[in-house]
């Protein structure tokens, strides 16, 4: 609703920054990491999107030769080798309720990615896969830093202020709506629940809900000024997230190593199935 005003009728995902939408750059994003069967579970929009990849045009974003006025040989191609489930999983859903619509187009895969499709990142995908496998844990998500501009204060009893230190100086983590997730997560989670509402505190009351902390780039587009910042780094040739390309930010801090929350602990899971991505919007 925060960035509607400024997207109209289309879907979240579907906002673009530069010549794409975002769920595209995320897409694109898990596909250089080899994983290209993706399950869209749609709801607001969803005939934007389907008509989007739909008749999708492969010039926008690739180099190609125009012979006699019509005849196109691209160059490169982006999406030839994706496979691309569309669901339609309600208009009103969560994004839990989404997930569990899917479960039966996993197939027999032991483990998947959901993304919220709303932000984007450089972390390293794969170590993210097998710091989440090596621990066993039914749920990770990538655990980063709060962008906010606003202050915490403390006061003692009698209401008066000690100490006020902004936000990212917390030390503070948030869910930067990345997450690696063994089909154990469907034991957790009732009809009608949310991601990280009750399924997190059942979770994380037994140790089987777990953060891959990150400190690189991730940025996430809930409002138009968000995604005037996203536009400003794209347009700017410096876009991190691009980690298929040349358009990343290297070597001035953006793309920092990950930094897991845990020492992982080994139990042999890490050749684990990884298909597909979920991509459920919120």
Not at 61 to 69: A, I, K, M, R
Not at 72 to 96: K, N, P, Q, Y
Not at 260 to 271: I, S, V
Request: proline share 5%.
């Amino acid at each position: 609703m925060r960035i509607k005003e400024h997207s109209g009728p289309i879907p979240k995902p579907m906002v673009c920054v530069g010549y794409r939408p975002i769920l595209w750059h995320l897409m694109k994003y898990y596909a250089h990491y080899g994983h290209k069967d993706f399950i869209l579970c749609l709801g607001h929009g969803a005939d934007h999107i389907k008509r989007y990849f739909v008749d999708y045009d492969e010039t926008v974003s690739n180099d190609f030769v125009l012979t006699g006025g019509k005849d196109v040989e691209l160059m490169r191609s982006d999406i030839h080798d994706w496979r691309i489930t569309f669901v339609d999983t309600g208009l009103s859903a969560c994004v839990g309720e989404r997930l569990l619509a899917v479960r039966e187009f996993l197939g027999d895969d032991e483990w998947f990615l959901a993304n919220y499709a709303d932000g984007v990142s450089d972390a390293p995908l794969d170590r993210m896969v097998e710091f989440a496998q090596a621990s066993g844990r039914a749920a990770t998500f990538l655990g980063v830093r709060p962008n906010y501009t606003s202050h915490v204060i403390q006061t003692d009893p009698t209401g008066a202020v000690t100490e006020v230190r902004h936000v990212t100086e917390m030390g503070l983590r948030i869910n930067g709506g990345f997450f690696v997730m063994n089909r154990r997560f469907f034991d957790y989670i009732l009809p009608g629940e949310d991601i990280l509402a009750e399924p997190s505190h059942r979770m994380a009351a037994v140790g089987q809900l777990g953060s891959y902390d990150y400190d690189g780039f991730w940025a996430c587009m809930d409002t138009f000024k968000e995604k005037k910042l996203l536009e400003d780094i794209y347009n700017a040739g410096h876009a991190p997230w691009e980690v298929w390309g040349d358009r990343r930010v290297t070597g001035d801090g953006h793309a920092g190593p990950a930094r897991p929350h845990a020492e992982a602990d080994p139990t042999g899971l890490g050749d684990g199935s990884l298909e597909p991505p979920v991509l459920a919007g919120r």
